[in-house]
């Protein structure tokens, strides 16, 4: 009889295991903030996401010739770039009862930070290089003024943005900043917090939209999201295992890689502005 993988043992034919982003890795930003658009593996590949820039229409009197107007049939390539992450680890260390689980749990904190750290800050790649260019590096973003003492330069920015047909639906902020923010003052002299009392735990809010706090995010900044102007290539979390990378040490070694990628469409409506004193 033939040698095969059914008739093989586990250890001659190591499995891989993916799982779905949205529930492997739900709290990462690029599943909050985006609209996924497709998947491809592979530097090279790209998602073409075809969009349209509106026409003018215009109010004609009755009977009168109406001038034509054509739509601009556009398209957004979406670069991707792989996450991974290896670790080693004795047969007897990866034996233990409570080790799997605890190694996955950071294994998924490592790929989320990264994640949220290229998907905000990433510089725009170099010649050479391939890859996505992080939210607050993307060219045409529209510039708000600087939060001080007050919340309306981002009723300003909000205002802006929905002039440009933005449909704003969340606000990006560092812990510190949603500190700042968090200590204005409801008025001169009063030591009444304009957001709140902070005694009580609940979702954070500014202006109906949710807050997303991450420590990914740029000191002393803030940006604000339209969801459908980010749009995004998502594949599986991989995880495959192997005792005979390490054959030699008697150990284990887990490999964990998450390929995505991103674009903006309309960049004028996402907005950013600064909170306190630039860093």
């Given at each position: 009889m033939a040698i095969n993988t059914p008739n093989a043992a586990a250890a001659w034919r190591p499995d891989e295991y993916a799982f779905a982003p949205a529930d492997a890795v739900p709290e990462a930003l690029i599943n909050q903030l985006s609209t996924v658009a497709g998947t491809v593996e592979g530097d090279a590949p790209v998602v073409r996401v075809a969009y349209v820039d509106d026409a003018s229409a215009t109010s004609v009197p009755e009977g009168a010739v109406i001038e034509e107007s054509d739509p601009t049939?556009?398209?957004?390539l979406i670069p991707t770039r792989k996450i991974a992450l290896l670790t080693q680890l004795s047969n007897e260390m990866f034996s233990q009862d409570r080790t799997p689980d605890m190694i996955s749990t950071s294994v998924a904190r490592a790929i989320v930070r990264k994640s949220n750290e290229d998907f905000l800050t990433a510089p725009a790649p170099t010649a050479g290089e391939s890859g996505p260019t992080g939210i607050l590096n993307t060219a045409g973003i529209t510039t708000g003024t600087a939060v001080t003492d007050n919340l309306d330069p981002i009723t300003d920015?909000?205002?802006a943005l929905e002039e440009l047909d933005g449909i704003p639906t969340a606000i990006v902020l560092g812990p510190d900043s949603w500190a700042?923010?968090?200590k204005i003052k409801a008025g001169t002299g009063s030591a009444?917090?304009?957001?709140?009392?902070?005694?009580e735990a609940g979702e954070r809010r500014l202006f109906g939209l949710p807050v997303v706090v991450t420590n990914a995010m740029t000191p002393n900044t803030g940006l604000i999201v339209d969801t459908t102007a980010v749009l995004s290539s998502v594949g599986q979390v991989k995880v495959a295992s192997s005792d005979?990378?390490?054959f030699t040490s008697d150990s284990v070694v887990l490999r964990s890689t998450w390929r995505t990628g991103w674009g903006v469409v309309h960049p004028e409506r996402l907005g950013t502005f600064t909170v306190g004193t630039a860093a």
């Open positions: 049939l556009a398209e957004l920015l909000l205002a700042y923010l968090s009444q917090p304009l957001l709140g009392s902070g005694v005979h990378a390490a």
